[in-house]
């Protein structure tokens, strides 16, 4: 009976602590945003704190508007007004702690393609114009190059953003025109590009490597499965 009386004892222990487990890993509700913005961007700034940007406003107009989110109150407030409103653009924590938000889709351009960036500081909480890209990129993929510069690319079309000048330049092609492909940095400099869509409706498998010091893309391995709108995260051991 003894025995059958700490393993009972074992059990409860055992669900308390399972149970304790889940609830930690439970989400849970925060404060709500000021605007409803489908199709911005979620940026986490050095001081912890989190840049919600742009997107689509109820009616389909392009969002303007930023908030930034503080975790320690739980609490969305609103911050300096990206004047041109913008959706599926992309943003970037550069070294500076400035956030780098460049092309997507916003008013009065034809076929409404964003050539423009803005810069956003946090000291300052507002945002101003930095060099423009040379095309308009609708959807673009960016991610930030050991050099400090930033990828930014959509279709075989390449662009570099330099901080230190604040300007765009043209670098090279990709071999695959991708759309909604991860781009991921890689300890040695280089960035992977992997999948994406081309056109509507095809999936790469295909994946790619760039290099700062040659701005070349070269082919690299085939993935298993192919796909897009994925996320790519470069592990401890080096694996992507």
Sequence with gaps: MKANGNLSLGLVL???????????????????????????????????????????????????????YNPSTGVFTLTGNLNTGREYHVATLLPSGEVLIAGGFGPGTCPDCLSSAKLYNPSTEQFTVTGSMTTGICIPTATLLDNGRVLVFQGTLAELYDPSAGTFSVTGSLNAPRTFASATPLPHGKALIAGGLRGSSTDFRSAELYDPSTAAFTLTGIMDTARAYHTGTLMNNGEF
């Design 14 to 68: 055992l669900s308390l602590g399972a149970s304790r487990s889940a609830q930690a890993q439970s989400w849970s509700f925060t404060g709500n945003m000021h605007y409803y913005r489908p199709l911005h961007t979620a940026t986490k700034l050095q001081n912890g704190q989190v840049l919600v940007a742009g997107g689509r406003e109820i009616g389909n107009a392009y969002q303007n508007t930023a908030e930034v």
